[in-house]
């Protein structure tokens, strides 16, 4: 069983030895996933810090276009503090391809940074805020870039799956939540790429997938020491979601599988429109490489879920 930077070091290690050798099909080499040649969005701020900030491609036309939120991965965390592991690796630089290639299907991408474990205003609850006004930053967007606020959808790909789930039901916390905010943006949807959709139930593990206790990190302590934050933080508590959700399953680990596969079954008996899909690759980053054929059954559900299909 592999870590996340386990699976990093790995690739990036195949990647720098066997130069020209065939890779199986659908291995993607997160490094070469990063160096993807793609086009140029505009950054834009979406509040005063560094981090606070977002990428918005537009397609060609004249829209009203639907749009795509895309929040990366990487462990909640700032870096992985892991040798031949570029910062990059865990910044919404690793999300561009997948914007790119939304954007060319005539979607609008809004590929968000936030501050993360490690980063000023990071942890409870600066990073749940920073994504709640990254996504509500696109009511001030709209009207110039002619998006379709109708049709908004989150794409999370591992830890940012889970954050993106968390966005369609920030507007139910109690409002005496540090991290409870009134949506001004609603989600029609969520695609979830392999990530952990229950902090509680991943917590026992983090060690073991992220080499750190991230999860502690994030929210300040255990569940036993800050139950309402382990609530409040996940979806799972929440349910139903009452949109449609998608997920990307990888085979292994078989941990992690299991808590995404309790939380579908736990959402379908709540009565949300759900569905799991297993992944042909093997890799943690095929669900959001375009040349993978992975990335196909994630842009159907994209594109089903803004009405493009």
């Given at each position: 069983?592999?870590?996340?930077?386990?699976?990093?070091?790995?690739?990036?290690?195949?990647?720098?030895?066997?130069?020209?050798?065939?890779?199986?099909?659908?291995?993607?080499?997160?490094?070469?996933?990063?160096?993807?040649?793609?086009?140029?969005?505009?950054?834009?701020?979406?509040?005063?810090?560094?981090?606070?900030?977002?990428?918005?491609?537009?397609?060609?036309?004249?829209?009203?276009?639907?749009?795509?939120?895309?929040?990366?991965?990487?462990?909640?965390?700032?870096?992985?503090?892991?040798?031949?592991?570029?910062p990059a690796m865990v910044s919404y630089e690793l999300l561009e391809p997948a914007a790119d290639a939304l954007t060319?299907?005539?979607?609008?991408?809004?590929?968000?940074?936030?501050?993360?474990?490690?980063?000023?205003?990071?942890?409870?609850?600066?990073?749940?805020?920073?994504?709640?006004?990254?996504?509500?930053?696109?009511?001030?967007?709209?009207?110039?870039?002619?998006?379709?606020?109708?049709?908004?959808?989150?794409?999370?790909?591992?830890?940012?799956?889970?954050?993106?789930?968390?966005?369609?039901?920030?507007?139910?916390?109690?409002?005496?939540?540090?991290?409870?905010?009134?949506?001004?943006?609603?989600?029609?949807?969520?695609?979830?790429?392999?990530?952990?959709?229950?902090?509680?139930?991943?917590?026992?593990?983090?060690?073991?997938?992220?080499?750190?206790?991230?999860?502690?990190?994030?929210?300040?302590?255990?569940?036993?020491?800050?139950?309402?934050?382990?609530?409040?933080?996940?979806?799972?508590?929440?349910?139903?979601?009452?949109?449609?959700?998608?997920?990307?399953?990888?085979?292994?680990?078989?941990?992690?599988?299991?808590?995404?596969?309790?939380?579908?079954?736990?959402?379908?008996?709540?009565?949300?429109?759900?569905?799991?899909?297993?992944?042909?690759?093997?890799?943690?980053?095929?669900?959001?490489?375009?040349?993978?054929?992975?990335?196909?059954?994630?842009?159907?559900?994209?594109?089903?879920?803004?009405?493009?299909?």
């Amino acid at each position: 069983m592999r870590s996340l930077r386990s699976w990093v070091l790995v690739l990036a290690s195949l990647a720098a030895t066997a130069i020209g050798a065939p890779r199986a099909a659908a291995q993607t080499d997160p490094i070469k996933l990063l160096h993807t040649p793609t086009s140029h969005g505009e950054r834009i701020a979406y509040g005063p810090g560094p981090l606070n900030f977002g990428e918005l491609r537009l397609p060609p036309g004249r829209g009203p276009f639907p749009v795509a939120i895309l929040v990366h991965g990487g462990c909640w965390s700032s870096t992985l503090n892991e040798e031949g592991v570029p910062p990059a690796m865990v910044s919404y630089e690793l999300l561009e391809p997948a914007a790119d290639a939304l954007t060319r299907l005539g979607i609008a991408t809004w590929n968000i940074e936030y501050p993360r474990v490690g980063d000023v205003g990071g942890g409870w609850p600066g990073t749940y805020r920073a994504i709640s006004e990254a996504s509500d930053h696109l009511r001030a967007l709209a009207p110039r870039r002619h998006l379709d606020l109708g049709r908004v959808i989150a794409l999370g790909h591992s830890s940012g799956g889970q954050l993106s789930l968390w966005l369609a039901v920030r507007g139910r916390l109690p409002k005496t939540s540090a991290i409870y905010s009134k949506p001004a943006v609603t989600l029609r949807g969520v695609v979830d790429v392999d990530g952990m959709p229950d902090l509680k139930s991943f917590w026992p593990l983090q060690q073991q997938m992220c080499d750190a206790p991230v999860v502690t990190s994030l929210l300040g302590g255990s569940p036993q020491e800050v139950p309402d934050r382990y609530r409040e933080a996940s979806p799972g508590p929440f349910l139903p979601l009452r949109i449609p959700q998608m997920f990307l399953l990888r085979a292994e680990p078989q941990s992690t599988r299991r808590i995404s596969e309790q939380y579908v079954a736990t959402a379908r008996k709540a009565g949300d429109p759900v569905t799991s899909v297993d992944q042909q690759g093997r890799s943690h980053f095929d669900g959001i490489n375009p040349e993978s054929k992975d990335w196909a059954p994630v842009v159907q559900s994209v594109k089903a879920m803004l009405g493009l299909s």
